[in-house]
């Protein structure tokens, strides 16, 4: 059973901006950093941000530096991630994940769980 509810993807133009959000379990959210990760068909995952909702510490991926921003609403158990500046390449499925040690921006592959994703395309 999928315990990350995931929303706000879609389609957009090149420089467009969209908003994802993710709702989580409160013993999950308040337990792990939270973060997002996304593949593009073909390849493999790629993390791209992530938050230490404690005392929001953020972690970003050099490519999306400067134009996403993660942030957490503690009393909704809710991660979001700012996309601005939207380019063709950052089309992809965006999952939330949740994991022990905020290394998901170098290692996507140790999550304790993720949700169903939500889809991102981006057109030039």
């Known amino acids: 059973q999928v315990h990350l509810e995931e929303s706000g993807g879609g389609s957009v133009q090149t420089g467009g901006s969209l908003r994802l959000s993710c709702r989580a379990p409160v013993d999950t959210y308040r337990n792990n950093c939270m973060g997002w990760f996304r593949q593009a068909p073909g390849k493999g995952r790629e993390g791209v941000a992530s938050?230490?909702?404690?005392?929001?510490?953020?972690y970003y991926n050099p490519d999306v530096k400067g134009r996403f921003t993660i942030s957490a609403d503690n009393a909704k158990n809710t991660v979001y991630l700012q996309m601005n500046s939207l380019k063709p390449e950052d089309s992809a499925m965006y999952y939330c994940a949740a994991e022990p040690d905020c290394l998901m921006v170098v290692n996507p592959d140790r999550l304790r769980e993720w949700g169903q994703g939500t889809l991102v395309t981006v057109s030039s």
């Open positions: 938050i230490y909702t404690p005392i929001n510490s953020t």
